[in-house]
Structures are given as structure tokens and as C-alpha cells.
């Protein structure tokens, strides 16, 4: 990870130092994990994919009646304020990107001094909004898989709810640490492939694309969705709404995962297995430079002056 | 409830004003849900059952690798320091309670700059421990449930670690709020009776004193374990480890919930349907109040002086 040390961090309505204390112990995401949260990647300053984003968050908000206080675009404009102050993603003087962000946007319910899981009635607080943005470099890594012991349950109404009490997906990431893993793998209860902790799951069978299906209790990533629209021009078939079992992944060609900020990153292993060769494959190294490419032309299609009427 | 303004919190080895900011926004419990809480009641300034709810909160410090950075020991003198502080929980002069408090401990990973799910190294953070007290007077209220949609895993490792991570909780409450009932009860994915959303669950029928296993993905209150304890100097059979259905509680005599700082309160209405008469029955009364009757016993008992030798 390229990671650094960031100077300030936006937090309900203004740039704040970073190094805090910010909230208060009372607030409902510390209390209890009552909140959402959205990663993304921006280059040149410009958010990837961001209404996207946005319209994940505002939906986990409706499903638990949680107040944000904000509109979209004032959200927008905060993360742009962020990036400036903090140097993030602008452009050379030849018009290269100077880096590369990673932006995460935390909503809690807020502060409630009230103890006890019931919220205030929706008008009575409003969210903790902060933003927080890490300089990103793009890698070319590969990841290793352990399969996790916890389990996604597909009726789960939060299933699709990006919220922060991630406590079973840190747990994940332990196990998988503990066997040497970058990732953790999850099933549904019915046994099918679900989702790693960060990311989408992908598989190439030849020239079919196939991911487990919404059903499968997934948190629907905005690579998947771009993946699962541009697979027919990148020469794939798109096989989305196929339940998929452990077994398809080794017996995969290739596979790979899907995030966000990391992008397309080649899967190789699973539970000390190799899937395919064990390395990252042609098809899947096509498509993350395809990925990259078109983060790319998105920035800088962003930045164009507006044509004149 | 009878809860009302606190004026401090203990925080990392210190009283801090309530009011806070207290923490960062880079804290894993506000970003991830990564802690654990304990609840409890105190009476004259003694926490009733302090050792059980320790040993939970210790284990689940190791499930989840977390480095608490204190002995259980300090904690205690932690929680007397606060409610000396507060005035919560003394004695008035002729030795009767002058109130209760309801105390939260709240523990998370500690503040990690580093995005990210997995987190650091156990030696490379020490947790971040906020204790918080209450004003509580015990009431004589009857709760009504409803069924959350939210199903619970047995074989999921955190099923009985009392996790900061409550989103799924707290959209239960929202679901009983919705249907005008104060709690909300959860299924095991095999469709069997687990636990509320704060509280253990009992049966009765006729003498037989019935509640949902530990495998029913529970969490193993105080006071459930207390009342298996002492069920037959209490007239009543125990009978624990038996899976109960949804209609067993339909058929019930009577059903109650238990919890640390609310007691044993009467369940008298699941879906709308009345369990029993659908008020509090008999002998749910006599062991609320038999249970009231010990705490009141436990908190004298641990205030008197120590025997000479």
C-alpha cells in the first residue's frame, strides 16, 4: 500500500485536522456501527464513478432511516474541497495524473447520548458525514483467497447495505491473514460463492465472464456493474445471474476480484489452491489495463471545458 | 427509561467531559464497527455480575484479536471511578440504594490511521476504552416483539461475541418500532427461536422453564445464566437444551426476556398474537421480582466488610 500520512480530513461541513478527536464516544457509529460507508478512487481530482457511489450510499441511508443532512452535490463538492486542500489527484504541467486518491466517506447516524439500539426519530439527528482521502498508487498485484467461516445470509434486508459494522469482515481478513491470504472469500448459506471482504469475485471460463449473482448477498461494487456492461466490447459473455459454487473457481481458467479503489486484481489462489496456473492470467491482465484505461479517459473527460451551446 | 444527561465518561485512563470530542474518525469502532460493549447494572455502586460480563468482554478481546491494554482489575477500578464521580449508585443513610445505573463499557481496536480491513499487528494498537454510567430505575413494563426479517448464524464464529458491529440490531428495532412493539426477535437460519435484540429469550409452560440453546446463535447473558442457576430453588424445571420454535412461544404459558440492566420483563405479545393471557403472567412476576430481590442481596453483600480472620 502507497499509503501516507494525510494533513486533514472534512468533517460535517469544514477541513478539520486529521489527527482529531473528532466524535464524540456517544456517536451511534462508534456505539454501535450504525452507519454506512463508500470507497472510491479518484484521478486527476476527479471522483470515479461517484454518482454511483452516491446513490449506494443515499439508498443504505433510506434502508436505515438514517438522516445524512446533506444533498449529493454538497457531498460532491466536499470531497472536491478535501482533495484540494490535500494536494490530491491534480494534474502535471503535461497533463499526467500526479497521483492517484483513494477517498472514503463515512455517514453515522450521529451523536446520540440516549443509550440503547433504537435510533431518534429521523428528524431528531442528523449524520456524522467525514471524508477521508489517501494518496493511491495503482499496483499490479495478485491476491491469494482463504474461504472464510462466516457466512452471508441472501434474505438479509442489509445484505446490499455498505454499513460499518464490518465486524464479520474483519474477522475475515483475520483468518485469511492467518493463513499467509490477502483476501477472504464468502459463501452464502446455501454454500454458493458470494463475495471477498473488499471486493466482487469474477471467473473466466474461456471467453464467458461469470459472478455471483445479486441474490448471492453481494454488495453490488461499481467495477462489477462497468465490468458486466463493457464485457462484450472487451470480447467476453457477460454470465451474470449464475449461482456459482467453490468448485467453479477451481476449475476456472482465470479469476480475479474487483474494488473499487484497487481495481482489477488477479486471484490466483484459494484455500492454498491455484486457480488456472496459479498466476495472473492473460484475459484477466487485458482487463484490468482496460479498467485503467478507462478510469483514465473518464478523468479526463471530466475535466473538458463544457462545449459551448 | 429514567436515563438522563451524564456528566463524564472515562476514557482511556482518564474522566473526560461527556460532551466530548472524544475520538477519531480513524478509530476502528467508528469506522468498521471493530470493538466490543458490555452493558450493566450497578446498585450502591456495585456492578452486579462484574466478573461474567469481564470474562465476556475478554473473550471476545481474543476472538477478534483485539488488545484491550488493560486487566480486568483496572477496569473494575474504572467503572468505581466513574460512578463515585457521577454520584451514581451509593447508599442513602439508612442504607437503601440511592438509584441504579445502567454502565456501558465500550472497547474498540484503537485509532489506525492505515485503511483498510485487516488490521494491525496485536502490539501495534491498544484499544480505545470508554466507560459510560447512567441514572437507571428498574420499571414493571411489559415488552411486545415482533419478528425481525434479520436471521441469525449459528455457525457463524461471532455469534456469541457481543460485537460493536450492530447494524443488523438496529434495523431490527427499527422493524419493531414500525410495528408499534418494543423488541424485536431473531430466527436461527434453520427457523428456530434465537434471542431478541437485547435480550435473551425464556419460555414457560407450566413449571418448565424453557430458552434457546447456545447453539441457537445466542448471546449468553448474566442473566440468562442466572436463572438456569437458580430455576429449581426457584419451583421451576430447567430445561435449556431444547430447540424451540416460533410456536412454541405462540403456546407458551408465559415468556419474558432478560437482560442485564433491564431485568426480567414480561413478553407479551409476539406478531401482534398475545403469548398467554398476552399480559404479565404470575410467574414471570414472582421471578422478576425474585431476581431484583437478588441483586439488591448480591449489591449488600459485596459492601460488607471484610470477615477477620
Known sequence: ???????????????????????????????????????????????????????????????????????PDQLAEAIDELLAAEQLGGTGRDGSPIGDAAIRITVSRGDVERRGLLPPDFEEVVATVAIQAWPYAPTTGEARAITSSIRRDPASPLAGVKTTSRADYVYARLEAARAGAEEALFLTMDGNLSEASAANLFILRSDQLLTPPISAAILVGTTRTWLLAHAERLGLV????????????????????????????????????????????????????????????????????????
Chains 1, 2 share one sequence.
Open 1 to 71: 500500500m502507497s499509503d501516507q500520512r494525510v494533513h486533514a480530513i472534512w468533517l460535517n461541513g469544514a477541513l478539520v485536522d486529521a489527527r482529531g478527536p473528532h466524535i464524540s464516544v456517544t456517536d451511534r457509529g462508534f456505539q454501535l456501527g450504525d452507519g454506512l460507508f463508500e470507497t472510491a478512487r479518484a484521478r486527476r481530482g476527479v471522483v470515479i464513478e461517484l454518482d454511483e457511489h452516491l446513490e449506494r450510499l443515499y439508498s443504505g441511508c433510506a434502508a436505515l432511516k438514517l438522516n445524512i443532512g446533506m444533498l
Open 238 to 309: 457477460p454470465m451474470e445471474e449464475e449461482d456459482l459454487r467453490p468448485e467453479d473457481l477451481l476449475e476456472a481458467d482465470e479469476a480475479f476480484l474487483t474494488a473499487s479503489v484497487a481495481g482489477i486484481v488477479p486471484l490466483v489462489e484459494v484455500d492454498r489452491r491455484p486457480i488456472g496456473t496459479g498466476r495472473a492470467g492473460p484475459r484477466t491482465r487485458a482487463l484490468r489495463a482496460a479498467r485503467e484505461d478507462w478510469i483514465d479517459a473518464m478523468s479526463m473527460a471530466a475535466l473538458l471545458p463544457e462545449p459551448p451551446d
